[in-house]
């Protein structure tokens, strides 16, 4: 019978800090985890923000900074695609990021039951096919026909999606409901389920209405955990999005500007540069994909913001 392989202690990996988040303080890097709350309590709309953060960069609920972005994987069990892409758009306004530039791809399939063999397959090729940074499933009740009280049935379902997370370094969100009469209870034994659900994620949050202040509870497995931030839905114009309200914020949060997004990186390199700037060159200063550069240029060039010429792109004077 052969051994299984051990490694002294003091010999195992470190992970450097930049690489614990990502996105800094909400959602650690290639976690697995859940987006809980009652009904009608907005975990959508969180798991939406989420998905356009880690796509495009720009802080998640106006607040929370990616420490990486990518590509995202969606599954809307339970929204029509055009509520999808209306719930997008209003957020990527409200993020101030061209909602064409995000990388965003929605799976179309009418189900996907994550019970089945079969469909496990079909998600971990499709995984394998365009690795995502980010995959959100949404919501756990519309991804299986299990008991969903019986934690045998429940488990290999977790791991199934623990799987992909390992195997292709892919974060996992999943949106769940929590119980019934659990408003007492603590956030993560709330959610409708077995404890396993709540023992399951690395990163979770919980939103929860008391009276009619929405507030979010962020857990982690390894960092520090935190209660009571107060977040709200606002509507300005078509930005329909949630919003932090009350949070807090550290010194080094306040004195530290977010990282511009995508189309203000491309705007500020041309802006700044002498002369003009091939596509190639704007992909390698902004640090951005063809597929996001293309559409800012486009919307750059129909504003008459940007000419082009063969030298490549230039600012128009203002």
């Not at 189309?263 to 951005?288: F, N």
Request: hydrophobic share 45%.
């Amino acid at each position: 019978m052969t051994r299984l392989p051990v490694q002294p202690a003091h010999a195992l990996a470190i992970q450097p800090p930049e690489e614990h988040w990502l996105i800094e303080d909400l959602w650690a890097a290639e976690a697995v985890g859940i987006v809980g709350g009652e009904p009608k309590c907005c975990k959508s709309f969180l798991a939406l923000d989420v998905a356009v953060a880690v796509a495009s960069g720009a802080p998640c609920l106006r607040w929370f900074r990616p420490a990486r972005t990518g590509r995202v994987l969606l599954f809307a069990a339970e929204d029509a695609p055009h509520v999808v892409r209306a719930r997008l758009v209003g957020i990527a306004r409200a993020a101030g990021v061209v909602f064409e530039t995000l990388d965003i791809q929605v799976i179309t399939a009418p189900t996907l039951r994550l019970d089945l063999p079969e469909d496990q397959a079909r998600l971990r090729e499709t995984v394998a096919a365009l690795q995502p940074t980010l995959l959100v499933l949404d919501p756990f009740v519309r991804l299986h026909r299990i008991d969903e009280n019986a934690a045998a049935e429940v488990a290999p379902v977790l791991a199934s999606l623990r799987e992909l997370e390992r195997h292709f370094h892919t974060a996992v969100l999943l949106v769940h409901h929590a119980r019934k009469g659990a408003a007492h209870a603590r956030a993560g034994q709330a959610l409708r389920g077995p404890s396993d659900l709540h023992a399951w994620g690395d990163s979770n949050l919980y939103l929860r209405r008391r009276g009619d202040t929405l507030c979010l509870a962020i857990e982690h497995r390894a960092a520090p955990s935190r209660d009571g931030l107060v977040v709200e839905l606002r509507a300005q114009g078509e930005a329909l999005a949630l919003h932090v309200v009350d949070g807090a914020p550290s010194a080094a949060r306040v004195l530290t500007p977010p990282a511009p997004v995508p189309g203000a990186r491309i705007e500020q390199a041309l802006a700044e540069a002498t002369t003009p700037l091939t596509r190639r060159a704007l992909r390698r200063l902004c640090r951005v994909r063809a597929s996001t550069l293309g559409p800012v240029l486009a919307r750059l060039l129909a504003d008459g913001h940007v000419t082009r010429s063969a030298a490549g792109y230039q600012l128009v004077p203002s």
